[in-house]
């Protein structure tokens, strides 16, 4: 299978898992009506060039205004939707790109001395709420509105494992793991600003390596949201090997690229 359309399976199979879908010729519209701003859980997933340019677009818009949603496209293949583009921009849509890198754990487990200030402890109904203050004031996940929802689903799905990293016995650090068959996603992994650059992420990398490696998965993957996460992820044995060219266009609202920036 070519190595973009597994990546795209991977990563719908782990949209599935907090959102609905409709599949249509030329995609998937996902959808959250109980979470209707959180963009990864609301928007039109476009892989094929469509048929007719026009007519998905208006397709899109009506079936999220319906939803009182706000209508957006995640857009694959860009270099062949040029047309889809122009179009969309031509109806007010605001458009940003990224190339997006797809890296892979190289399945070295390296072993560290934990400092002793330091606890790492699997998300339950005890530590839940600690979790969540951690990941809500994380600008980078959207806030609290979109998180505590999406948090919730996840924390309730058989195949999303959350883990906490507490310094000095105060929750600092956050990262989720995907299991995906017998692969798995590192997702949504970070640490407090007023923690940050005391090596707290590396030591709850190390921790879930080791973790995956125990229960035999076989590919750890990560899509990194910025160069400067692929740089840190890279530091901890994964490696790149892809990009992939995609685009974001939406009617209303920040762009992806703000949201990370504010």
Not at 94 to 123: A, C, M, T, Y
Not at 196 to 214: A, C, D, N, P, T
Request: glycine fraction near 4%; hydrophobic fraction near 35%.
């Amino acid at each position: 299978m070519e190595i973009i359309t597994y990546i795209e399976k991977i990563k719908n199979a782990y949209l599935e898992t907090f959102t609905a879908k409709l599949e249509r010729p030329w995609g998937i519209l996902f959808y959250n009506t109980d979470n209707p701003t959180y963009y990864d859980a609301n928007h039109a997933y476009i892989r094929r060039v469509p048929a007719d340019t026009d007519k998905v677009v208006d397709e899109v818009i009506e079936f999220y205004k319906s939803k009182e949603i706000i209508p957006r496209f995640y857009i694959y293949n860009l270099e062949k939707q040029s047309y889809l583009e122009e179009v969309l921009e031509k109806r007010g849509f605001s458009f940003e790109e990224f190339l997006d890198p797809i890296q892979l754990w190289n399945s070295k487990v390296i072993e560290v001395e934990n400092r002793g200030l330091i606890r790492i402890e699997e998300v339950s109904k005890e530590n839940f709420y600690d979790a969540l203050e951690v990941q809500s004031k994380i600008k980078e996940f959207g806030g609290r509105e979109i998180r505590e929802q999406a948090f919730q689903a996840e924390f309730n799905h058989p195949h999303h494992s959350s883990f906490l990293l507490s310094y000095k016995d105060k929750p600092c650090s956050i990262a989720s793991v995907f299991r995906y068959q017998e692969e798995a996603i590192l997702e949504n992994l970070a640490t407090l600003e007023e923690f940050r650059g005391q090596g707290l992420i590396g030591e709850l990398i190390y921790y879930l390596q080791r973790k995956m490696y125990e229960q035999k998965v076989k590919k750890l993957w990560v899509f990194p949201i910025s160069k400067r996460a692929e740089a840190v992820y890279k530091k901890y044995n994964f490696k790149t090997i892809t990009k992939l060219r995609t685009g974001h266009a939406f009617l209303r609202g920040k762009g992806l690229k703000k949201i990370q920036e504010d």
